[in-house]
């Protein structure tokens, strides 16, 4: 046993604290120093291309490429270069001595007429100069738009990005982004103009619209397009739709609008519906469109460089818009699907002014009516939708015309608006004001049919035309309606309790009930006569149409049908089928909350009930005494019916039977 006096183990404690720390001086000569005071250099791979912007503009006041360091060390990147193609292009860009990153931190370089708009090579070298440590190889750049990693330090984006300089390049989505599983209509704040940017409750996107200022400016399409990204986190849309071809609602193709919105801006769209207006007709076979030649109009009356630039643009199957371009069908309730699975559908309500008359009540407003003294508008041939969710409804139609009136400039409106109240012919909860307000627009029978809780217009402070006019303000006032606007319009109207936003005004649908409009409150209902609310039926709306009373072979029971002759829904829950009055069998009633859908039938089974000689057959109200239809009769043949025909119409007897179905 060794044995170590007093002495002996100070000695020895202090040889033991020497070597420890000779150890750990010698470990942190050999690790590499990465901190604030010494970072160490960075090597390759750690320290990448995150970002750059080759083609500034108005909002890009330089070009400029962004490093991002992917460790978790601050590294050292002084002395490195940025550079272009190799071997050409400008001179390299050295970044300062003693530059640093600090960890997942940024670095930016800004310059000037660097980086070639039509494509280029951005390099990060070591500080040789020849070593790459990161590249990348781009073939066009958008103005004020940036090529990016998705996440930083990720994959290269496919399409362009909205520039975040020094920042990360997914940021979190602010206030005002679609909330997965609601309905959301967010009008944009565009002024005088449309965009309506619409998302179904499973994240299925429709954009009615690009507005922009002038013909060759694509101002509008450029903020559409972040606004698309910010609402929706991605750059992709299911549809896209200008509701008719007007610059205010669909931009100038070749400069702005939805063209630049699929061709500039790294928009995609699976679906371009559009009207038709008219088509491209390649006279000398030369593939090139020539807008004031080529253009043959199918429906169609003032016309435009924006509407000819538009034809040659969308009819071309060789473009973008070519490509995926459809004739919205009237009627349809699948071309444009927003989540036809969980119950929203979306009906194409009118376009290309199908079925209506002008003043004469004779000649169509379709057609091409180009060559006229007195061309219709183009306004007439606006695409009206109507977006349906459980009980809540929005309507928007365009600068659809509400009136048949001569216009000083020299061209005719017609009354479009009084169709389309026909054909939705029920009340909504919210309506997009056609023609921003004009006094040519939102007419009486429009808001009277439709009775919206709230409108919302996209008038514009600085229109030249008076949008909105006072007739209309006052009318959705009277009507109860609550308005809200973008910006507010003409400032010499009197905008009543008005909500002015200043901003995007967006409606949120929770659950098909319950929605809100810039955040107000409120509860849909359907109304009278819909699916969701079937009303009583009045006395004559629905008639005994068919009965049985004689069954042998064909038939094993008497039956009594009864036919709704309206386009509302019934309730005839707890009426009464009788015979005859005051005597023969007891009457027999009809299961509570029976629903008759529109032009449908409804048929009760009975046994010996019905007499083969004579009977009456009526149909009572549910206090068992008010006759709503009767009918007598005065001998039987076996397996035969008595019948109206058509349905609802004129007795006859002997009919061959056919029961719940159409007696034609």
């Known amino acids: 046993m060794q044995i170590f006096n007093r002495s002996t183990r100070a000695q020895a404690l202090a040889i033991t604290l020497v070597l420890a720390l000779l150890t750990s001086s010698a470990a942190l000569a050999a690790a590499p120093t990465s901190n604030i005071h010494s970072p160490r250099q960075s090597v390759v791979g750690e320290v990448l291309i995150n970002e750059f912007v080759a083609a500034n503009g108005t909002v890009q006041t330089s070009e400029w490429v962004e490093l991002y360091n992917t460790t978790s060390a601050m590294v050292n990147i002084g002395s490195m270069w940025i550079d272009d193609i190799s071997g050409g292009g400008g001179a390299p860009k050295q970044i300062p001595a003693g530059t640093t990153i600090a960890p997942h931190g940024y670095y930016v370089m800004t310059f000037s007429s660097f980086l070639n708009n039509g494509g280029d090579d951005v390099r990060f070298l070591g500080t040789d100069g020849t070593t790459v440590h990161d590249t990348y190889t781009y073939t066009s750049a ?60 499973t994240g299925r996107t429709l954009l009615i619209g690009v507005f922009e200022s002038n013909w060759n400016t694509n101002a509008g399409a450029t903020w559409a397009a972040s606004e698309i990204r910010r609402i929706t986190g991605g750059s992709h849309l299911d549809y896209v739709m200008p509701s008719h071809w007007h610059l205010d609602h669909m931009g100038y193709a070749g400069y702005g609008g939805i063209w630049s919105l699929l061709e500039q801006q790294g928009i995609t769209a699976d679906v371009l519906i559009d009207r038709d207006g008219g088509e491209w007709v390649d006279a000398n076979s030369d593939s090139i469109c020539d807008p004031d030649l080529e253009v043959v109009w199918h429906n169609a009356g003032t016309i ?110 017609n009354d479009v608006e009084t169709d389309v109240a026909a054909r939705i012919d029920q009340e909504v909860e919210v309506i997009w004001v056609n023609h921003h307000g004009s006094s040519h627009s939102t007419n009486a029978n429009y808001v009277g049919t439709l009775n919206p809780d709230a409108a919302i217009f996209s008038s514009g ?102 036919y709704n002759t309206t386009d509302d829904y019934l309730n005839i829950g707890s009426m009464w089928i009788d015979d005859l009055s005051g005597g023969g069998g007891a009457p027999k009633q009809i299961p509570a909350d029976t629903v008759l859908a529109p032009g449908s039938y409804y048929v009760m089974e009975m046994s010996n009930y019905l007499n083969n000689s004579s009977d009456d057959v009526r149909l ?21 019916s008595y019948c109206r025909v058509p349905d609802g119409g004129s007795w006859t007897s002997n009919c061959v039977a056919t029961k719940g179905s159409s007696n034609q």
């Open 142 to 201: 958008t103005t004020d738009m940036s090529w990016c990693r998705k996440p930083d330090g990720g994959s290269w984006s496919a399409i362009q990005c909205d520039p975040t300089q020094g920042a990360t390049n997914e940021p979190p989505l602010p206030p005002g982004t679609w909330t997965p599983g609601t309905l959301e209509i967010h009008v944009l704040n565009v002024g005088q103009g449309e965009s309506q940017l619409i998302i179904g409750p």
């Open 304 to 413: 435009s460089g924006t509407a000819r630039n538009w034809v040659c643009w969308a009819d071309d199957p060789t473009t973008i818009a070519g490509q995926i371009r459809q004739l919205a069908q009237i009627g349809s309730t699948t071309q444009i699907d927003l989540g036809l699975a969980s119950g929203v559908t979306t009906k194409i309500v009118q376009v290309d002014a199908q079925g209506v008359m002008q003043a004469d009540g004779v000649t169509p407003v379709a057609g091409d009516h180009t060559a006229d003294a007195l061309p219709t508008s183009e306004n007439d041939y606006s695409i009206t939708l109507w977006i349906n969710w459980g009980k809540f409804d929005f309507v928007a139609g365009g600068d659809t015309d509400g009136e048949y009136a001569t216009s000083s400039f020299g061209y005719s409106y």
């Open 461 to 562: 402070s600085t229109n030249s035309y008076g949008h909105p006019d006072q007739t209309v303000l006052d009318r959705l006032y009277n009507n109860g309606t609550m308005r809200y606007l973008t910006q507010m319009g003409d400032p010499t109207r009197n905008y009543y309790d008005s909500v002015i936003v200043n901003g995007n005004v967006v409606v949120q649908v929770t659950d098909g009930i319950n929605y809100t409009v810039n955040g107000d409150p409120y509860v849909a209902s359907d109304p009278a006569g819909s699916a969701g609310n079937p009303r009583l039926p009045a006395i004559g709306e629905v008639l005994v149409n068919e009965f049985l009373p004689a069954p042998k072979t064909l038939f094993t029971k008497e039956w009594v049908e009864l």
């Open 620 to 640: 009572l109200g549910t206090d068992g005494t008010t006759v709503y239809d009767t009918y007598h009769y005065g001998s039987f043949t076996y397996d035969r």
